[in-house]
């Protein structure tokens, strides 16, 4: 079956506009999960979502950044005003209820010039 | 709090020769241990799991690793080394099965022919 899907795979922005990136989890999986990757910080939790609740987003760096889910299915990362700090691999995974294993898509790596 | 030490941030290794990377963690629960690999360009794939059940565990690949609580250790071994495990190798930390996951710095996996 089909795994998690994010798009872009690539996005180039200039310091200061806001991006969005997308996150298809596998069909039925409940929760949902962004990290990001950065050469500085390694990889780092962002937020979580069970259905379309988050009630764990003690991972955003600050509020220019949200996320929300909706029908409990696609999910949108937000970043506004984006700084050249954001530029790293934002990390989508899923995982079904009672289940431990998270599975991970590919990524989008996101550069601010 | 919860936090995981890998003890190498990178090594090599002859074809056909054992592997052995290591994690110490740190957790004021009973946790969850994992090890994730991270091809080149490629998504992040669960290797193996602790859950509390057997504390040998088995993953893919011929890789396994032991939970010793007396140690505070998860090391990943493999008998012997293929070219195509040359990676990059993370040892995780959760509470429980919808919890983040906490990462450690990674292992950068060279195997020579």
């Known amino acids: 079956g089909a795994g998690v899907s994010q798009s872009p795979s690539n996005k180039v922005t200039e310091k200061g506009k806001d991006v969005e990136l997308r996150c298809d989890p596998i069909s039925g999986h409940t929760a949902l999960y962004w990290y990001r990757q950065s050469l500085g910080q390694g990889l780092e939790f962002l937020i979580y979502f069970q259905g379309n609740s988050a009630p764990d987003k003690s991972g955003l760096p600050s509020d220019r950044f949200s996320a929300e889910r909706t029908g409990g299915s696609v999910s949108t990362l937000t970043i506004q005003r984006t700084q050249q700090e954001d530029s790293a691999v934002y990390l989508c995974a899923s995982s079904r209820e009672g289940l431990y294993e998270q599975f991970f898509g590919p990524g989008t790596r996101l550069t601010v010039l | 709090a919860q936090s995981v030490t890998q003890l190498d941030s990178h090594v090599s290794v002859s074809e056909g020769t054992p592997v052995l990377l290591r994690c110490n963690y740190s957790?004021?629960?009973?946790?969850?241990l994992f090890w994730y690999v991270q091809h080149p360009n490629k998504g992040l794939q669960l290797l193996l799991k602790y859950t509390s059940a057997a504390t040998l565990v088995k993953g893919i690949n011929g890789f396994e690793a032991e939970f010793k609580k007396s140690e505070t250790s998860f090391h990943l071994t493999k008998p012997s080394a293929h070219m195509s495990d040359a990676a990059e190798y993370f040892c995780v930390v959760s509470r429980y099965n919808t919890d983040k996951l906490i990462f450690g710095t990674g292992t950068r996996l060279q195997v020579f022919p």
């Open positions: 957790s004021s629960y009973s946790p969850s």
